[in-house]
């Protein structure tokens, strides 16, 4: 528990609108702007790090709490959040970086960084532990380790095929097996896993996926033992760990992966990756790297584009935009495929977020075509969060869908629900939903009734 006494001495991940919240709440009287389009059905549930005790050392590491929103019939139902009810709930003092404890129990999640639905579930995902499964209500029921198939880790950001309506992800492991390939079939069981051999533990936040290949990305931040026995923050950036992109099959194993080395980097999101004739597109949120300093090292990230040309044996990058900007989304329906549009959350440097009141927020829109970049912009002293793109009923083009997600409007110091039109990126948004402070968070998703109720 921290001894800190003033507000201006907390770290920055736990003051403004990054504060956690003191309650769970349940609000049925929700005021709405606008007109929420009747067709959409289902929940946007988005994920974050809710510390219970108020406090923890790094904004990776406080506790997960699920914001949800519930839209039926052109109304919103209701609006919750609640914990992840993990041990770390219930046992608060537990430590959250152990080399004998949580570190090795895989039920020890903190469950704090994505939730996605699939096979007639929600999963609330953090890449070191597993996967934990909310009921519609966003209540907890408990961890899974698909019928005791999981072993070890499962990614915070597995990919969910449109073709075949697998779950494709990996889990990675200071201990060998350093990384682990999963497949789950569009039914819900884990149908293969394979050992994946890589030259030591790096932290390995995504990967890409492809309509017949996987694509992971071992790059150079590594764990470090003697920090993890510490009770720290337990990576480090290394200038001697080659940064490379492996090829595999979707159906393959460690013999067929093929690797690329790529100049030193680090990435914890794509946008997307698709296959064209014998070269692998991928796009991606790039930095320069990360934690090289410190456990707050992160650098500006920006859009950039790996070609690998499978015939030569070489990977070419490209510099989309020099804009600062994260959280890189696709339409569902064009996840592993060819896209054309791709989606960003804007000022994604630390003093947006640090001083709201003086920042622009805006969610950005990329036609990979023209090169041309279109944006939302949600006004003064006001941040939007990452956005989740639906499609519309009988929509014909990629881009004829809804963007949604939550704002925060640091000039009244509450936040709203917010859904824009795709196509047009008008500023003006389609419906909102008046709601409080929601905190900054990490990841979410658009689960319809049809996938998980």
């Not at 209500?137 to 073709?163: E, I, Q, R, W």
């Not at 819900?188 to 390995?204: D, R």
């Not at 704002?407 to 409080?436: K, R, W």
Request: charged share 20%; net charge negative; proline share 7%.
């Amino acid at each position: 528990m921290s001894t800190i006494e003033n507000i201006e001495e907390l770290p920055l991940h736990l003051r403004g609108n990054w504060a956690p919240l003191t309650e769970e709440r349940t609000i049925t009287d929700l005021k709405v702007t606008g007109t929420i389009p009747a067709e959409l059905d289902g929940r946007y549930v988005r994920n974050g790090a809710n510390p219970v005790t108020g406090f923890s050392d790094h904004p990776f590491l406080g506790d997960g709490m699920i914001h949800g929103i519930r839209l039926r019939g052109g109304t919103a139902e209701w609006y919750r959040n609640r914990y992840v009810q993990t041990p770390f709930i219930s046992t608060p003092e537990r430590p959250v970086i152990d080399l004998n404890d949580s570190l090795t129990d895989m039920a020890a999640s903190k469950a704090n960084t994505n939730v996605v639905g699939h096979a007639g579930q929600i999963l609330a995902l953090e890449e070191g532990h597993f996967p934990y499964v909310l009921d519609g209500n966003l209540d907890t029921v408990g961890p899974t380790d698909y019928d005791g198939k999981l072993k070890g880790s499962f990614t915070a950001h597995p990919k969910l095929c449109p073709v075949n309506g697998e779950l494709v992800g990996f889990g990675y492991s200071l201990f060998a097996p350093y990384l682990t390939y999963l497949r789950v079939s569009a039914t819900g069981e884990l149908v293969q896993s394979e050992k994946i051999t890589v030259g030591g533990p790096t932290m390995m936040h995504d990967f890409n996926m492809t309509q017949n290949h996987v694509i992971f990305m071992d790059l150079p931040a590594v764990f470090d033992m003697d920090m993890a026995m510490r009770g720290e923050m337990p990576i480090h950036w290394s200038d001697d760990y080659p940064a490379r992109l492996g090829v595999m099959p979707r159906n393959g194993n460690d013999a067929s992966v093929v690797w690329y080395d790529i100049n030193p980097c680090y990435v914890f999101h794509p946008m997307n990756a698709y296959e064209d004739g014998t070269k692998i597109i991928l796009d991606v949120a790039r930095l320069d790297h990360v934690w090289r300093d410190s456990a707050m090292d992160f650098p500006e990230p920006a859009l950039y584009r790996w070609t690998i040309d499978t015939a030569s044996g070489r990977v070419s990058e490209e510099q989309i935009d020099d804009l600062p900007a994260e959280f890189p989304r696709v339409p569902d329906s064009r996840v592993g495929l060819k896209h054309r549009f791709g989606y960003m959350m804007a000022n994604a440097a630390a003093s947006a977020f640090e001083d709201p009141l003086s920042a622009n927020g805006a969610i950005l829109k990329y036609d990979l075509e023209t090169g041309a970049r279109t944006s939302v912009d949600v006004g003064s002293g006001r941040l939007p969060g990452e956005s989740s793109f639906v499609p519309k009923d009988g929509a014909v083009n990629e881009d004829d869908g809804y963007l949604m997600t939550y704002v925060y409007d640091a000039n009244t110091d509450t936040s709203e629900f917010a859904i824009f039109d795709a196509a047009t990126m008008s500023n003006e948004p389609v419906a909102t939903v008046q709601l409080p402070r929601v905190p900054f968070g990490f990841h979410g998703n658009w689960v319809p009734s049809a996938v998980a109720d």
